[in-house]
C-alpha cells in the first residue's frame, strides 16, 4: 500500500489529512475480501438461481434441439440476438459458468479463513472471568457456608458436566472460566462446505453425466447406442461411443384406468409398470424384471426410469400394386388425459413421397362440434384419424421431429369431389387412398413405454453432501455459543461468615434461554454442597 508524501505545513498553515492511496497489491486485497465476504456468496447464489430462469423459458439445444430450430425460424428477428447471448445453451454459456466458479471461489475464500480461525479458537482456552460479574445482565447468586476451595471445585465439576471447556485452574484461583457451543461454528462451517461439495457434485454430474431418452413399443428390444436413442444430452466431456451397452426389450406394458363411471376420478389412472428383459451387454443372457413409476432399474452404471405411456398404431402403406411401402408400429404422443393422442407416418418410399398427419383416438366419440374425439383413455374403442399430403417430407433437409408433419413443401391430397381426404380407421380396417396412390391400413395398436436413461455421477456426492448441510444447518440453528463464568468469595452477615458463589453468563446476540441455563447451573452447584448448614439465594 502507497501512502502520499505529506509536504510539512508552512506558517500559519493547518496541517491536511491525506488519505492513503491503495496502489495495485491493496485493490486486489480489496477485491478478494470483497468477493469472499458471506455477502457476495449469497448475492452469487441469487444470481445463479436467477442466472438460470431463461433455461426454463427459451429451448435448449441439449434437449430439443428441433424445437430450438424452430423457434429461431419463427423469429428471425429476436432468435439470432437470443443465440448470441447464449439463451439457446444457458447451462454451457461462459456468462453462466463464470457466475459457478465465481460461487465456488467466494465459497472457498469464506471457509479457508473461518476454518482456521475456528480451529485456533477450540485451541484457545477461554478469557478469563470478568471482575464485575454482577454487572453483567444474567447472574445468579448463593451463599454457602462450604470452603471456597470445595465450590470451586464442584463448580469446575458442574460446568464439566454441561459439556463446557473450561479454563485451566490456576494455583488458588476462586473463579471459573467455561465457554461452550462450538458445535454451532462446526455446524455453520459444515453447513458452507457440504453447500460448496454439492455445487461441485452437480458441476461433476454436468460434465460427465448424461441424460438419454427412448420410446419402446411393446416387444421391442432396444440396445443402448447414441444412434439408437431419441433424443441424447451428453455432457462436455462425455464420449457417448464409449458408453456401456446393454439391451433392455419391453415385453409388456400394463396401465390400468379407473372405469367406473360413477366414481369421481373416472379415468384416472390406477396402475402404471412394465415387465422387462435385460441383459448387461449383447449376448449375454436376459433377466426378467419389473419397472415402474419411481423404482428405476440399474444397469451397470445406468438408471432406467419409466416414465409415460402411449400408444403406437401399426400402420401398413401400399402402393397401387399392392407392394409394402411402409409398415411398423408408429408411436403416438398424447395430448390430454383421455390419451388423444398426435403422431405422424411418412412414407419415403412413396414417389411422390406421402405423409399421413392426425390423431389416435383410444375411445372414439362423435362430438357434433369437435368431430371425432376421445372420452376415455384405454381401448375401448380405438380409431385413428388422418390427413394425408404428398410432396417433399424432409424441405431442404431440415431435421425435424418424428412426431410431427412438416407440410411447408406439401400439398394436401384432395378426393374425387374436390375435398381434402380425412381418413378414419378402426383395427384392421383397409381404406384406399384417392388417385391410385394404394392403401393405409390400420393392423392393431400397441403400447408404448418412454424411458429415460440417466447416469449422474454426482448424484450419490449430492445426497451425501445435502445430508450434511441438513445436519449442519440444524447444528447452527439449535446450538448457542456461550461463555459461564463462577467466582467464589467471602460474605458477612449477622450470622457469620459465608462463601458466596456468583454464577454469570454472557452471550453474543440474544439467548432468551441464558438465564435459566445460569440458575441451573447455580441450583446444581448450591445442591451439591448442600452439606452446609443454610444457603441463601439472592438475584
Known amino acids: ?311 403406437a398404431p401399426i400402420v401398413t402403406v401400399r402402393d397401387a400394386a399392392g407392394e409394402v411401402l411402409f409398415s411398423d408400429a408408429v408411436p403416438f404422443l398424447p395430448q390430454d388425459d383421455n390419451y388423444t393422442s398426435t403422431g405422424a407416418v411418412k412414407v419415403a418410399g412413396a414417389d411422390p413421397e406421402i405423409g399421413f398427419y392426425g390423431a389416435f383416438l383410444p375411445t372414439v366419440r362423435f362430438d357434433p362440434e369437435l368431430g371425432p374425439t376421445s372420452d376415455f383413455p384405454d381401448l375401448a374403442n380405438p380409431a385413428l384419424a388422418l390427413g394425408v399430403y404428398e410432396g417433399d417430407l424432409f424441405p431442404e433437409g431440415v431435421p425435424q421431429s418424428v412426431y410431427a408433419l412438416d407440410v411447408s413443401g406439401m400439398d394436401p391430397v384432395y378426393d374425387d369431389a374436390g375435398e381434402q381426404v380425412q381418413i378414419l380407421l378402426s383395427p384392421g380396417q383397409t381404406e384406399a387412398l384417392p388417385g391410385g396412390r394404394g392403401t393405409v391400413t390400420l393392423e392393431g395398436v400397441l403400447r408404448w413405454g418412454g424411458l429415460v436413461m440417466r447416469y449422474d455421477p454426482g448424484r450419490l456426492p449430492v445426497l451425501v453432501f445435502s445430508v450434511t448441510a441438513m445436519a449442519g444447518l440444524v447444528a447452527m440453528l439449535a446450538v448457542r455459543r456461550r461463555r459461564l463464568y463462577v467466582r467464589v468469595g467471602d460474605s458477612a452477615d449477622e450470622s457469620g461468615r459465608h462463601t458466596e458463589i456468583t454464577v454469570a453468563g454472557l452471550v453474543k446476540g440474544t439467548d432468551p434461554g441464558l438465564q435459566d441455563l445460569v440458575d441451573r447451573v447455580s441450583e446444581e452447584i448450591r445442591d451439591r454442597l448442600q452439606g452446609a448448614t443454610s444457603t441463601k439465594d439472592e438475584r
Open 1 to 311: 500500500m502507497a501512502v502520499e508524501e505529506q509536504t510539512p505545513p508552512q506558517a500559519g498553515e493547518r496541517p491536511g489529512v491525506v488519505q492513503p492511496r491503495l496502489g495495485p497489491v491493496g485493490w486486489l486485497r480489496w477485491g478478494w475480501r470483497q468477493l469472499t465476504s458471506m455477502r457476495t456468496a449469497l448475492a452469487l447464489l441469487l444470481l445463479l438461481a436467477v442466472a438460470a430462469v431463461p433455461g426454463s423459458i427459451w429451448p435448449q439445444r441439449g434437449v430439443d434441439p428441433v424445437r430450438v430450430n424452430q423457434y429461431l425460424r419463427d423469429n428471425p428477428e429476436l432468435g439470432p440476438w437470443l443465440d448470441r447471448l447464449g439463451m439457446f445453451d444457458v447451462y454451457a454459456s461462459p456468462w453462466f459458468a463464470a457466475i459457478y466458479l465465481l460461487l465456488m471461489v467466494s465459497l472457498v475464500g469464506c471457509i479457508i479463513p473461518r476454518t482456521r480461525q475456528h480451529w485456533q479458537g477450540m485451541r484457545t482456552p477461554p478469557p478469563e472471568t470478568p471482575r464485575r460479574l454482577h454487572r453483567l445482565p444474567t447472574h445468579h447468586r448463593t451463599t454457602t457456608e462450604a470452603t471456597p476451595e470445595e465450590a470451586v471445585a464442584v463448580a469446575r465439576a458442574v460446568l464439566r458436566r454441561h459439556r463446557f471447556r473450561l479454563r485451566p485452574a490456576e494455583p488458588g484461583a476462586r473463579d471459573v472460566a467455561a465457554e461452550g457451543g462450538y458445535l454451532r461454528e462446526t455446524g455453520n462451517l459444515v453447513f458452507h462446505i457440504s453447500l460448496l461439495g454439492v455445487i461441485v457434485s452437480v458441476a461433476v454430474g454436468h460434465l460427465w453425466g448424461w441424460r438419454a431418452e427412448v420410446i419402446l413399443p411393446e416387444g421391442q428390444q432396444f440396445t443402448s447406442s447414441v444412434a439408437a436413442y431419441d433424443t441424447v444430452q451428453p455432457g462436455p466431456l462425455v464420449d457417448m461411443n464409449a458408453i456401456e451397452p446393454f439391451t433392455l426389450r419391453l415385453d409388456e406394458l400394463d396401465v390400468r384406468f379407473e372405469s367406473d363411471t360413477d366414481n369421481a376420478q373416472f379415468g384416472s389412472p390406477r396402475l402404471f409398470e412394465a415387465r422387462v428383459s435385460t441383459a448387461p451387454a449383447p449376448g449375454e443372457p436376459e433377466v426378467g424384471d419389473r419397472l415402474a413409476v419411481n423404482d428405476p432399474l440399474s444397469l451397470r452404471r445406468t438408471s432406467v426410469f419409466l416414465l409415460g405411456n402411449g400408444y
